[in-house]
């Protein structure tokens, strides 16, 4: 958990390697390697530009507004924000509970979401080196080997996101910019037609969910020992959990256990959420670094998402997947496991059970029901929390007494995973840079870690991605030394 | 998720986040040409469908067309706005969050073993794309030029053009 390389002594005497990738607007990442005289890399810094300016674009606006207005936030998962906020204006219509009819449809708009987004996962899965990248041709040719033996899985992929994507368009009313969710429950329940519309292809779509997380076994066990390695990194992680220790993704509490699974703390009320969690700030970056009060901002950084989820809780309450959490857990032995590639094995286990509580959700009677809303005495603040497919979203709203936003405070998901993002690529970045010779092999594993966590690089806008990925090496002096250029069609060129 | 719903031949696909300045260009379009398409009962023959962003899931939309448009916002193209003919094109980014136009129609491949149908891409110039910002007053300008580029057929004589230089091309 130390995070000593975050700042090293003297700077200003080590090497600058900067990757780059270039879009068409802003909302880039960028990662800044700082290389010390002993040609080891004693920085490791993932800039993200793009979480700016979420606050300020919901101050002044409508708190009735708040889960439509939101999905503008980020054009990926735009049904997190939506639920996240049409928690937290449950809060403020006084809507304690919601009807059974309101909280299962949410659910299932949840599920459909997770699904479709998850799905994307299983798609790249088709292509290895995206999802693992590789240093050597054997370890490249098993696994190639491996996905020859499944065709289908860009199909299927692209299929279960559009089976996701037709869940929250049911749902939600409308395929983008749906308005399901309001404050204290739904606008609409769903038909019979429309449940019967979904029943018709969710079997097949847990047999898809299945396959999927058999072929991701297969790939993790083929190189075991290099996938449990790669930039593994120990840390705390936190997740929601249901009242009795379930995997949770819509409403629960907040559970965080360190490096060795020990409770840190459990079943936290999330609209205390400040009391827990504090976010600190660094002068290199936008984004904000949260951190586990009781551990300190040295220490308590912590890691969200599937891995977190997987890990944290105590069962899964559908059959399939709970099979596969405790195959998963079997490999640690006891303690968490800490493999930041085992982020996709987690992702797959959490996509089966989506489907599997979609399965179970469509037989619900309630989802056809006509008590859709509930409220109360309006409040003046609300908080809301979910897990959305790339961890904990955070929204907190405070309104005067017109109704209208005052104070908006959000943590996204890649926010939590900020400072482990860093640690993951810092650790990548020392096995692969020796010298001041930049290699494709740095670029590629650089890379792989990023997207193990598939941070919200683009958060809310489309970048047309040309040229993906640049890598400079720049001295302590300022002087260009070397530079990498990845375009789009996978070619790397040295360009100096 | 049936894919053999009846579907016209041709799709117009636009994109782009409603809330980022001239990034709204590409649903903009969309309103434009849904209201025209439902006063003027003309423009039978096209699909309009809007989205955030590209994905995978918008391959299916491409099947059974005969041509598709995407519709997007550009900081580098020439003002108002530039057809170019699309290539399909793998995608390795090293995010999953956006995919290019050229790359849905790689996945098209991908997925049905076959060519994907002739696509074309319509940028239209672009200069602001802040949260919350309005789009800007010269975007809006280079909006109405493209809309009007569209509802009169232009940019289908252009992209036969862009056939018959394909076709020379091939007899070369």
């Given amino acids: ?496 | 998720m049936n894919s053999q719903e009846a579907r016209a031949p041709v799709l117009i696909f636009t994109y782009g986040n409603p809330s980022r300045g001239d990034d709204a260009l590409g649903p903009a379009m969309f309103e434009l040409l849904e209201k025209h398409k439902l006063e003027s009962n003309k423009l039978d023959e096209v699909d309009l469908l809007t989205d955030f962003q590209l994905q995978i899931e918008h391959a299916v939309d491409l099947e059974h067309r005969r041509y598709v448009l995407f519709v997007d916002a550009s900081v580098s193209c020439p003002a108002p706005f530039e057809l170019q003919q699309l290539q399909a094109e793998r995608d390795d980014s090293f995010t999953t969050h956006s995919m290019s136009p050229a790359s849905v129609l790689s996945v098209y491949q991908q997925i049905n073993h076959r060519e994907s149908p002739p696509a074309y891409l319509l940028t239209i110039r672009a200069y602001e794309f802040g949260l919350g910002l309005e789009m800007s007053t010269q975007a809006q300008k280079n909006l109405l030029l493209a809309y009007q580029y569209i509802i009169s057929g232009q940019w289908l004589d252009e992209i036969k053009q862009f056939d018959c230089k394909q076709h020379e091309s091939n007899v070369i």
């Fill in chain 1, 1 to 496: 958990m130390s995070s000593a390389l975050e700042t090293a002594e003297n700077p200003q005497n080590m090497k600058r390697i900067v990757i780059e990738p270039l879009t068409r607007v802003e909302g880039h990442g960028k990662v800044t390697l700082l290389q010390g005289k002993n040609r080891n890399i004693r920085q490791a810094r993932l800039h993200i530009t793009e979480f700016r300016g979420f606050e300020k674009f919901i101050q002044g606006r409508p708190y009735w507004e708040l889960p439509v207005l939101v999905q503008r936030l980020c054009g990926i998962c735009p049904v997190s924000h939506h639920l996240a906020a049409a928690k937290a204006t449950d809060m403020i219509v006084g809507a304690a509970e919601l009807t059974p009819t309101a909280e299962k449809i949410r659910r299932l708009m949840h599920f459909g979401q997770t699904l479709q987004s998850h799905a994307l996962h299983f798609f790249h899965l088709c292509s290895p080196d995206l999802l693992f990248g590789f240093d050597d041709e054997v370890r490249h040719r098993n696994i190639v080997g491996v996905i020859e033996d499944s065709p289908e899985i860009a199909t299927q992929g692209v299929l279960l996101r559009k089976f996701g994507q037709e869940v929250i368009r049911v749902t939600s009313g409308k395929r983008i910019h749906g308005t399901g969710a309001i404050p204290g429950g739904i606008n609409k329940s769903l038909s019979k037609d429309e449940v019967r519309y979904l029943q018709e292809d969710i079997a097949q779509i847990i047999g898809w969910a299945q396959g999927s997380v058999e072929l991701i076994k297969k790939i993790f066990f083929e190189q075991y020992d290099y996938h449990l390695a790669f930039a593994s990194i120990e840390t705390s992680m936190m997740s929601m959990v249901r009242a009795d220790g379930g995997f949770e993704l819509y409403h629960g509490g907040l559970r965080a256990r360190d490096f060795e699974g020990n409770s840190i703390f459990d079943h936290i009320d999330y609209t205390n959420y400040e009391d827990y969690i504090r976010e600190s700030v660094k002068d290199w970056s936008y984004m904000k670094f949260p951190f586990i009060t009781s551990l300190g901002e040295e220490e308590g950084w912590y890691r969200v998402g599937p891995l977190a989820r997987v890990n944290n809780c105590d069962f899964f309450s559908t059959p399939l997947a709970e099979v596969q959490r405790k195959e998963f857990m079997a490999i640690g032995d006891g303690l968490p496991i800490q493999s930041t590639l085992a982020y996709h094995w987690a992702r797959l286990i959490e996509l089966l059970h989506c489907t599997e509580a979609i399965a179970e959700l469509l037989c619900d009677p309630d989802l056809i029901g006509k008590d859709l809303r509930n409220k109360g005495e309006l409040q003046c603040c609300g908080t809301g929390v979910i897990e959305a497919p790339r961890g904990t979203l955070f929204h907190h709203y405070e309104i005067d007494e017109q109704g209208i936003v005052e104070k908006a405070s959000l943590i996204v998901s890649t926010t939590n995973n900020n400072q482990a993002m860093n640690e993951s690529i810092r650790k990548v970045a020392n096995q692969y840079l020796d010298g001041h010779r930049l290699s494709e092999a740095l670029l590629n594993q650089v890379e792989v870690a990023i997207r193990a966590y598939d941070p919200c690089l683009s958060c809310a806008t489309h970048a047309i991605g040309k040229m993906p990925m640049e890598l400079n090496l720049v001295d302590e002096h300022g002087e260009l030394i070397d530079r990498l250029e990845k375009r789009i069609t996978g070619q790397i060129n040295r360009t100096i």
